[in-house]
Each structure stands twice: as structure tokens, then as C-alpha cells.
């Protein structure tokens, strides 16, 4: 499970994206989803999703503005950016070009992609 989780932590950045490719949302409920999403076998600490955050908002990937809640605490909200847009296509590509590399690697011949 180590390494299944360590790869989904170099990937941080990219799932984040995603979780807001379809609207804004803030850290809680963005953990919250990737908790539900993968059945509870990951959850992001919260310090890796604020750093995450602010890496992405520092490059232009995303950018934050504080919500206006009725009642409790205010939340900051995050929106992805046409850049933002353009990083997650970029890193989906970079994601399914590395898989069919691992897979060809790692498979056996007879189930290989194109082989």
C-alpha cells in the first residue's frame, strides 16, 4: 500500500484539479470527496491539501476568494484557472503515458498493449 500511496501523493496537485475541473469547492469538502471517491483507502493530510493549494495558486492554477456562508465558519473557496485547465490535460497525458510505459514494463508479454 506504500507505494500505491505514494504515488497518489506525487499526484496531489492533479487530483485536486480534477475535484474542481467541475466546480469550486474548499479543501474539507474536496478531502471529503477524495475520502468517498476511493472507497476510504485515502484521505489527504491536511497539511499536504494546504500546501497543494498554495503551490497551485502561486503558478496560476488555481486561484481563492472567501465564500459567503450563512451561518459558521467563512471557507476559501478554490477555482481552477485556464491554466489550471491546461496543467490537469497536460498531466493526464503525462499520467496515461506513463502508465502504458509501466505496464509494458511490468506485464506479462501477452497482456502488453500492443504487443
Known sequence: MSITADLIRGNTDTIILSCLENGDSYGYRINKSI???????FELKEATLYTSFKRLEEAGAIVSYW????GGARRRYYQITELGRK??????????????????????KGEQKGV
Open 35 to 41: 475520502l468517498q471517491t476511493t472507497g476510504g483507502r
Open 67 to 70: 465564500g459567503e456562508e450563512d
Open 87 to 108: 496543467q490537469l490535460q497536460q498531466a493526464r497525458t503525462d499520467w496515461q503515458d506513463a502508465k502504458e510505459m509501466i505496464d509494458t514494463l511490468t506485464l506479462p
